[in-house]
């Protein structure tokens, strides 16, 4: 949801959902049901900046909150876009954006160790401010100051129940954005964490958790790709669970890029004997049919 240059206008942002949108609504319209996930990275990120900014003024609020905003405000534009394209098809499939958390362990070992980078880099001035607020940050050599999360394994989707009433009245359900918003269950109930959730591994659990036949991840390139970078690069089409799980040891997929597509997938397949697919947004109706993208099946 970002422009060609990187920034994430409103008008930038509002175009992104309408482009993928029109790929989902094609998948809506050859019969099939689907739930959507997505990223946040850019949106927090923004919300992060104006928390930096405004510090001095306002007190800076918490990443669970951050997810929460920033879902709402994609779900929003997905209803927009979504009504629209559906409508253009003849099709009466409403929408339904869902504000929901994902359950994590108050005890994984990530809690202790804050080490997923979140937001830009600031000064060395800014990052002793926010720290004053209670926040984590590193410095980069030649960078600046960044700050640092915790990035949980995700257990659940807590709202599930809601996802499943909807779906099965016919609505697109849009959940577990950003991850969904991490959350840990305490003996007074359950509370919103300073966390981030790796989206890819919350589709798995999704996916998983509302028994879809397949988890299919969009992404900008049309395969995985073995030896990416060198002249024996190849994409891969279809491949085990277990010859991908040899594949990520040599370490062909990057760890903060398609590392976490590859883990979500074959995880999908591993777990429930489906297909996980990744493929470019524009093929997902053909990857669902079996006809593009790198699908991992059991095995």
């Known amino acids: 949801m970002t422009g060609a240059d990187g920034s994430a206008r409103p008008e930038e942002q509002r175009a992104a959902v309408i482009a993928a949108v029109e790929a989902v ?13 997505h990223g946040n990275g850019p949106q927090v990120g923004n919300v992060l900046l104006k928390n930096e900014l405004a510090a001095h003024a306002v007190p800076p609020v918490p990443l669970d909150w951050c997810g929460a905003q920033t879902q709402a405000t994609i779900g929003m534009l997905v209803l927009n876009a979504a009504d629209d394209a559906f409508t253009a098809r003849g099709l009466s499939v409403r929408t339904a954006a869902l504000v929901s958390r994902t359950l994590v362990d108050v005890d994984d070992p990530g809690f202790t160790r804050p080490t997923k980078p979140i937001g830009r880099y600031a000064s060395a001035e800014e990052a002793t401010r926010m720290v004053e607020h209670g926040q984590h940050w590193k ?25 499943e009433v909807m779906a099965a009245a016919g609505y697109v359900v849009v959940c577990s954005g950003g991850g969904g918003i ?30 879809a036949d397949a988890l299919v991840i ?22 085990t669970a ?16 398609m590392g976490p597509k590859v883990e979500a997938v074959t995880r999908f397949a591993e777990r429930t004997g489906r297909t996980g697919v990744i493929t470019a947004l524009a093929s997902i109706e053909d990857a669902v049919h079996g006809r593009a993208g790198t699908r991992v099946v059991p095995a």
Not at 242 to 257: D, V, Y
Request: aromatic share 4%; net charge negative; charged share 25%.
């Open 242 to 257: 277990t010859q991908m799980r040899e594949l990520a040891a040599e370490g062909h997929f990057a760890a903060g890029s």
């Open 182 to 211: 991490p959350t840990v269950q305490t003996d007074e109930g359950y509370v919103g964490v300073e966390a981030v959730i790796d989206k890819d591994l919350s589709a798995a659990i999704l996916a998983d958790q509302v028994k």
């Open 139 to 163: 410095e980069v050599a030649g960078r600046g100051w960044r700050r640092v999360v915790a990035s949980p394994e995700p257990l659940e989707c807590l709202d599930i129940a809601a996802v």
């Open 25 to 37: 609504a094609d998948l809506v319209a050859a019969g099939h049901e689907v739930v959507l996930t």
């Open 218 to 239: 969009a992404t900008d390139v049309e395969a995985a790709v073995v030896g990416w970078g060198t002249p024996h690069a190849r994409p891969l089409g279809e491949t």
